[in-house]
């Protein structure tokens, strides 16, 4: 059995594996897609024992489990199939990157902060552009829209990367997908 506090990670990267169905899906079953996200992070796993495995000790209500996948469908809204792909990726696999390596390879805090460490953030930035640019390119080659370039994805992994650093709450999820959003919709490299 995975251990508690290695499952929430592999189960966070898991599901970015889903986002290589945005390339083949039409749009109306992307956005029923996302609701059934949503519906099973709000209503269906806060009923069921997985629940109590992936919850943090002290974590509220209104915390990662509930807003992953508001974030998930917020790029599905929000942006093409590929973009939201891609977005979806690097904060997936990013974040679930900086968590696991973050505890397994020592390093210093990132400028003190409690929980971010150099060894994490980078692993967030590099496996969260490696991830997004290969989960790009098979979602525009399945019917999605032209992948990005590897500079502007690598620039939303470092957007989602440093807005990690912040504490904004209730959890990251939110402004890491906000963040690789926005700078997959607007850099122009």
């Known amino acids: 059995m995975i251990p508690a506090r290695e499952l929430r ?3 966070h990267a898991a599901t970015g594996l889903v986002a ?3 390339g083949v899906l039409p749009r109306p079953l992307e956005l029923a897609g996302a609701a059934v996200g949503v519906l099973a992070g709000w209503v269906v796993i806060p009923r069921s024992p ?3 495995r992936l919850r943090r000790p002290g974590e509220p209500f209104l ?3 509930r807003t992953y996948p ?3 469908a917020g790029l599905i809204v929000a942006l093409p199939d590929t973009l939201a792909a891609v977005g979806w990726a690097v904060f997936a696999w990013g974040d679930a990157a900086a968590s696991v390596v973050g505890r397994h390879v020592p390093a210093p805090a990132v400028f003190g902060h409690r929980k971010a460490t150099w060894s994490g953030s980078l692993a ?3 496996v969260g552009t490696a991830v997004g640019w290969a989960i790009g390119a ?9 992948c990005p370039s590897v500079p502007r994805i690598a620039a939303a992994a ?8 912040v504490p904004i709450p209730p959890d990251d999820n939110l402004p890491h997908a906000v963040a690789a959003g926005l700078a997959l919709a607007f850099l122009p490299i």
């Open 9 to 11: 990670p592999a189960l």
């Open 20 to 22: 290589l169905l945005l």
């Open 50 to 52: 997985l629940e109590a």
């Open 63 to 65: 915390g990662g489990l």
């Open 70 to 72: 508001l974030a998930v």
């Open 124 to 126: 967030f930035l590099v």
């Open 138 to 146: 098979v979602v525009a080659s399945t019917g999605g829209v032209p």
């Open 158 to 165: 470092l957007a989602a990367t440093l807005i990690d650093l």
